[in-house]
């Protein structure tokens, strides 16, 4: 926080607690002055807020070093014998002070003497002055546990924060790699079966890496950006597959701006590939598509292949497994990740998470 913020908040508090001290004193002017008419004597508007500003901007003043005292010394426990030993004695001494100090205003407000004008004071305030005492004390210590609970909540929140931010680097230090060994292996197969494509698909991954690095901060990236880079992973694996491998886009133009974890799109289409068109001999086709509706964007994998015979007997490797803990990670509750046969044979995977744009804050 710079100085002039600070500056500025603190004169904030000071006008704040102006404020309270003064609104106190009118409503006090104003009941004065009406129980005053009621009873006929004859006490005027502008002497009647007078006196009454006059108590309690004493109270006002007075309340700082009352207020400082109950910051150094709560009655927490372990300090709650020291804390009555040091407030104690304080009440006693705010009390008759503020007689003192509200006599020698008093002395400016009318023709009384000192001694005429503290008498009164010490007859009808001193129990009054305790009260008041024992209230500032209470109302600071109350905003201070309540500041206190503020940075344990915000302390807590970062925590949060960073340990969820460790989670993902982590997970996403795992899946790149992954990617990178299933690549290379993909390359040394080739290199037994065709040079010329093994060599084109070495450049597709040079470009698909260094676009990958160029991303890898940030742990949400636009669908756009996310399609981007999800083209040169295709261009390595259409290499390896030739016209064994189809890939259909159903993407709107109104979602490709849409937030979306970064790399979470190609572990799915690796997860379709492998267990819906490498197994078999025929012709696959891979279906992506994205959606928009009521306020969440629905991605959809989909794939022609066998699917599974069973819920679970898809085995789920460091790509889908990641990919579950990095969605979890980031949206909680408010996502889903489902796998499923389609009834026209093949598997599904659906992924939903709440749309944002770069410009909506979560």
Known sequence: MTISRALQRRSIKWLLAFAFWTAIGLSFGFQFYISSAKAGLAVGWGQAMSYALGDWYVFALLSIPVVWLAGHFPFETGNRARSWLVHGPTSLAFSLIYMVVRAWVGTWQSDATFSEAFQ????????????????????SLAFDYYRKFRERELRAAELEKSLAQARLKALQMQLNPHFLFNSLHSIS??????????????????????????????????????????????????????????????????????????????????????????????????????????????????????????????????????????????????????????????????????FQTAGTAK
């Open 120 to 139: 009164p004071l010490l007859v009808k305030t001193w129990h009054f002055n305790l009260l008041i005492y024992w209230v500032i004390v209470a109302v």
């Open 189 to 354: 197969a080739l290199m037994h079966q065709n040079l010329d494509a093994a060599d084109r698909m070495i450049a597709r991954l040079s470009d698909l890496l260094r676009a990958a690095l160029e991303s890898s901060e940030s742990q949400e990236v636009t669908l756009r950006k996310e399609l981007e880079l999800l083209e040169l992973y295709l261009d390595i694996e259409k290499i390896r597959f030739g016209s064994r491998l189809t890939v259909k886009l159903e993407v709107p133009e109104q979602v490709l701006e849409a937030k979306v974890p970064n790399l979470i799109l190609q572990p799915l289409l690796e997860n379709a590939i492998r267990h819906g068109i490498e197994p078999h001999a025929k012709p696959g086709c891979i279906e992506l598509s994205a959606a928009h509706a009521e306020g969440m964007l629905k991605l959809e994998v989909s794939d022609n292949g066998n699917g599974v015979g069973q819920p679970g007997a898809v085995s789920e490797g460091v790509g889908l497994s990641n990919t579950r803990a990095r969605l979890r990670t980031l949206y909680g509750a408010a996502h889903s990740f489902e796998l499923a046969n389609r009834p026209e044979g093949g598997l599904r995977v659906r992924v939903t998470i709440p």
